[in-house]
Nanobody, 121 residues
Framework: QVQLVESGGGMVQPGGSLRLSCVAS????????MSWVRQAPGEGPEWVST????????VIDNSVKGRFTVTRDNSKNTLSLHMNSLKPEDTATYYC??????????????WGQGTQVTVAS
């Protein structure tokens, strides 16, 4: 059974940092592309990043580039999103998702349960 369990969300002041983690199980994590997707209240889902398994390359959306980084630890089946210089507009539920952009956007069944990030003073 495929499971994606996110953690690490919370409330932080603007300019602060958070690290989100996603622990995966039920599939071969080391050979699977993994993404982060976020959804703000009342908004549609927004792709944040994809970590490509074969190349080791990570692509990050321009809106968070330079502030967010992604790491993956294949030995622990864990994908992490390191978020710095957080802004109020980063407030959203963040989801770990199994696959690259085309495989996860519009495919809620590829996402975990999400973790809430709130950026407010």
């Amino acid at each position: 059974q495929v499971q994606l369990v996110e953690s690490g969300g919370g409330m932080v002041q603007p300019g602060g940092s958070l690290r989100l983690s996603c622990v995966a199980s039920g599939f071969t994590f080391s050979t699977t592309d993994m993404s982060w997707v976020r959804q703000a209240p009342g908004e549609g889902p927004e792709w944040v990043s994809t970590s490509y398994a074969n190349s080791g390359r990570t692509v990050i959306d321009n809106s968070v580039k330079g502030r967010f980084t992604v790491t993956r630890d294949n030995s622990k089946n864990t994908l992490s999103l390191h978020m710095n210089s957080l802004k109020p507009e980063d407030t959203a539920t963040y989801y770990c998702a199994r696959g690259a952009y085309r495989e996860v956007m519009g495919r809620r069944d590829t996402w975990g349960q999400g973790t809430q990030v709130t950026v407010a003073s």
